[in-house]
């Protein structure tokens, strides 16, 4: 069941009640939360917590068994079919929603065929309608900002770990999304190239990017996150001021949880990677 909270004008993004499980697993119980204008939230748990599966609720490539979710004020549109689940009631609403969503995987998922200036001007011509023109100008000053100006003809195969992310956060942001989603951007990569994705994530928050970070980083959350989410077995277990959570958190399950990671502030001139790939 929805749990209602007040829609202010700045809500770039509001979940309430989201509920979702595989078989007898529930990953997601009652998951309420919202993200302001220039929000970044950071998503913290232990593996299974139901991190990624909350940011796959968000932009439907799950589909939530209850709840709501709102992206800029307007509710992703629901109905039941014969056999009784969720889906999405329209399916054109779901595509608009979704390219005001940038989702940042945990793999990258470039296309391999296509070289990283193919790859980010792919959705903005298809899926906006973008003139070409136009989508390579915006990737030129995207590739840039990211620090792939040089990488423009490569394709994936030739690129780093690192690269590679920074190449796919530059296609998340050719579509001028509303909201961020980074699931575990850092989990793929090898220890030393984690610095240089933090950075532009960095950078991106410095921006004023609304963005919900899913990490183990946690004194990257720490400094460059205004909130900060804990999960625990798929409910909201603690959250607020990053600061005051992380620095003085009040569930001993969080507790728990900080004594188990590498916790300080991470310079931006190296990496400090405390863990692999987040769970559901």
């Not at 529930?26 to 939230?41: K, N, Q, T």
């Not at 003809?153 to 690129?159: F, N, Q």
């Not at 579509?175 to 699931?183: I, N, Q, R």
Request: glycine content about 8%; some cysteine; proline content about 4%.
């Amino acid at each position: 069941m929805a749990v209602a909270q007040r829609e202010d004008a700045d809500t770039a993004l509001r979940v309430a009640g989201l509920c979702k499980s595989f078989g007898d697993l529930e990953v997601l119980r009652d998951v309420s939360l919202a993200a302001h204008e220039h929000d970044v939230i950071a998503i913290l748990g232990a593996s299974g917590s139901g991190k990624s599966t909350l940011l796959r609720c968000i932009n439907l490539l799950e589909v939530p068994d209850a709840g709501e979710v709102h992206v800029g004020g307007e509710l992703i549109r629901m109905r039941r079919d014969r056999r009784g689940q969720a889906m999405p009631a329209d399916r054109r609403q779901v595509d608009r929603i979704r390219a005001r969503l940038g989702m940042v995987f945990q793999q990258f998922n470039l296309w391999s065929h296509l070289t990283v200036m193919q790859n980010v001007i792919e959705a903005p011509v298809h899926v906006l309608g973008l003139p070409r023109r136009e989508a390579v100008d915006r990737a030129h000053a995207l590739l840039e900002k990211v620090g792939l100006s040089d990488k423009l003809d490569a394709y994936p195969a030739h690129l780093s770990g690192g690269q590679e992310q920074r190449a796919a956060i530059a296609r998340a942001l050719a579509m001028e999304p509303a909201v961020m989603l980074f699931d575990e951007p850092t989990s793929a990569l090898d220890p030393e190239l984690v610095g240089e994705v933090l950075k532009v994530i960095r950078d991106l928050a410095e921006e004023g990017r609304t963005m919900l970070i899913v990490t183990h980083e946690v004194g990257f959350a720490r400094d460059v996150s205004s909130r900060t989410v804990f999960l625990h077995e798929g409910r909201i277990e603690e959250e607020g001021a990053s600061r005051a959570v992380l620095d003085a958190p009040r569930s001993p399950r969080l507790k728990r949880f900080l004594s188990g990671e590498r916790y300080g502030t991470l310079p931006l001139d190296q990496s400090s990677h405390n863990e692999g790939r987040s769970g559901p």
